[in-house]
């Protein structure tokens, strides 16, 4: 049974490209959820989804962010016209259910440098 | 004041040494979750708690509800054990988790 998996797990983009980051979660996992981490910084919420659903977006930064779960395929965290300060650790994190009594499994993460 | 503190911030341990790191923190939880990341690595959960105390090998984790504060001993620290632990919270009835700035633990032969 395969983890939490992220791809690209390094992804070098210049600024003003778009960065898309993408999270398969656990087998059997519907609910998914996206953290960043930048540099010498600790790890900060960013967005919360359920198949098809945003549940909590409360973390994203408001312009250039977007997330999406689809029915089929992994989770995308879209980054449009990137910047020098994207540049950091993203994870994804799964659960197999909403509450909290559930274990939640990471990603090894992605490393967005913007150059 | 941040809703998670950790002490220490830094620990060096000589390979052998009990190993203390200390969470505190001053919200209504419903979990309370260790977790372990290697420099340049992925996340490991290792303990999610809402009371008591749990052990996995040479790992424990308590927490005591009443005083807001949990702890993650290391007994016979070994290199490998080196890394930055992080001590995350459920504040809600979801999985969205609020993480403490971790400790950075280096253990030397």
């Known amino acids: 049974n395969a983890g939490v998996m992220q791809n690209p797990r390094h992804l070098v983009r210049r600024r003003g490209q778009e960065a898309r980051l993408r999270c398969s979660p656990m087998?059997?996992?519907?609910?998914v959820y996206w953290y960043r981490q930048l540099p010498e910084e600790g790890l900060k919420f960013m967005v919360y989804l359920q198949k098809e659903n945003i549940i909590d977006e409360s973390g994203m930064p408001k312009e250039r962010f977007s997330a999406e779960f689809p029915k089929e395929g992994p989770s995308i965290l879209r980054i449009q016209q990137v910047v020098r300060g994207d540049s950091a650790a993203y994870f994804c994190a799964s659960s197999l259910g909403q509450f909290s009594g559930n274990t939640i499994y990471f990603g090894e993460g992605s490393w967005l440098t913007v150059v | 004041k941040n809703e998670v503190e950790q002490s220490p911030q830094n620990l060096t341990a000589q390979e052998g040494e009990f190993i203390t790191i200390n969470c505190s923190y001053s919200v209504g939880i419903s979990a309370l979750h260790w977790l372990q990341q290697h420099p340049g690595g992925g996340i490991v959960s290792l303990f999610m708690?809402?009371?008591g105390k749990k052990k996995h090998g040479r790992l424990i984790a308590t927490i005591n509800i009443q005083e807001k504060h949990s702890s993650l001993h290391i007994t016979a620290s070994h290199p490998r054990d080196s890394a930055v632990y992080i001590c995350?919270?459920?504040?809600?009835?979801?999985?969205?988790?609020?993480f403490g700035t971790g400790t950075r633990l280096q253990v030397t032969l």
């Open positions: 087998k059997g996992h519907s609910h």
């Open positions: 708690l809402s009371s």
């Open positions: 995350a919270l459920n504040t809600g009835t979801a999985s969205k988790l609020t």
